[in-house]
């Protein structure tokens, strides 16, 4: 069964990667980040295969990316049917669970996009905060960091509201996982 391992644990991987971009995406356009930074440029190629198809199926927003959330939400739902199929499943009662367990599936994965966004804009704003990826990377987690700052001051000079955002992010993630989602 070491084979099924290997292959769970590298379709998990695959499945979070292109649906973590998908919803990347979809943050994005709610955002109205604009398409002519390295970050959206590489989000967009590496996810117009999947969102492109669906703008045909799924009315167009503004503000909304429905296709890249679909696409997200049915990338979810095949890895978790494989997952299931393959007898992976943590508990899962077959098939009128997987589309609950996909769901959860997208809030880890934007859990984790969260995570990534604060920790890396956190290093880079100590380490080059003149970086050319800096100012994409405060508009997409100046949302995230807005409430934090509001209410923790700064220490020293040093913002701490990374710091708190990402122990919240791993207590929702810690919740999750003993939730069995």
């Known amino acids: 069964m070491l084979l099924v391992e290997v292959f769970l644990m590298l379709l998990h991987m695959v499945a979070a990667l292109f649906g973590g971009m998908l919803l990347l995406r979809a943050y994005m356009q709610w955002l109205r980040v604009g398409y002519h930074n390295p970050i959206a440029q590489f989000v967009v190629a590496l ?23 679909l696409a997200a939400f049915l990338i979810a739902l095949a890895y978790s049917s494989i997952v299931d199929a393959l007898g992976g499943g943590h508990g899962v009662l077959g098939w009128p669970w997987l589309a609950p367990l996909s769901i959860a599936l997208l809030v880890r994965w934007a859990l984790y996009i969260v995570l990534t966004l604060v920790f890396v804009y956190a290093l880079i704003s100590v380490v080059n905060p003149e970086a050319p990826l800096a100012p994409t990377l405060d508009l997409l987690t100046r949302p995230l960091l807005a409430p934090f700052r509001r209410v923790m001051p700064a220490v020293a000079g040093f913002d701490l509201s990374p710091l708190a955002v990402i122990v919240v992010v791993q207590v929702l993630l810690y919740v999750l996982d003993r939730a069995g989602a």
């Open 47 to 69: 996810t117009d295969w999947a969102a492109r198809p669906l703008r045909a199926l799924v009315p167009r927003s503004p503000r909304w990316d429905w296709a890249s959330l």
